[in-house]
């Protein structure tokens, strides 16, 4: 992978929401089998309240590390999905981290590429230490994808979610500034 200035790669490149990408949001919202595999099956929402959610997302925030941004596909232009931060700890160096790429766009190294992206991001500019994923026990393709980026298994919640009428477990995921030097050197 190259990086442009840290955002780009040779597939993708993370840039802010902009209002129009709400009907690309509102139309991945219809994917309850995929919007399952990420949190939980959402209410359906108006086309103004997705408008507006994405809207709060495309802010640079002010006092935390916390955000939200676009993945782009370089070959078409369209957004295929996010990937962001919340829960940042400065204090103690650590992140909890995410990625949703829609359905239509799966298994083509767009989540790779932006995860890369994002972790070189808040280990090399922002100083943090760890990254933290937790993973839906039954979400194989997430926990292949964190494994092939180098995070480990730290733990694991049993029983924590319900979806689809089931239990399942909540995998914790890991992975530090030095594990990801060592596997993935800037280029």
């Not at 204090?91 to 989540?111: E, M, P």
Request: contains cysteine.
């Amino acid at each position: 992978m190259t990086t442009t200035g840290g955002w780009q790669g040779d597939l993708v490149r993370l840039r802010a929401l902009e209002p129009a990408d709400a009907e690309a949001f509102f139309t991945a919202a219809a994917d309850t089998g995929a919007e399952r595999l990420g949190e939980r099956v959402p209410f359906p929402s108006s086309r103004a309240e997705t408008r507006k959610w994405v809207e709060s997302k495309g802010r640079v925030p002010d006092h935390c590390d916390d955000f939200t941004w676009g993945v782009e596909a370089l070959a078409t232009s369209d957004l295929v999905g996010t990937v962001g931060t919340h829960g940042c700890d400065r204090r103690n160096g650590t992140f909890d981290s995410g990625v949703y790429i829609w359905r239509s766009h799966w298994r083509k190294g767009y989540g790779h590429e932006a995860v890369r992206l994002m972790l070189r991001y808040c280990f090399a500019e922002l100083g943090y230490q760890k990254a933290l994923a937790g993973v839906y026990d039954f979400n194989t393709a997430s926990l292949a994808l964190h494994a092939a980026l180098g995070f480990v298994e730290e733990g694991r919640l049993r029983r924590n979610v319900y979806a689809a009428g089931a239990y399942h477990d909540e995998v914790l995921l890991g992975i530090t500034a030095e594990e990801f030097a060592e596997l993935w050197p800037e280029t």
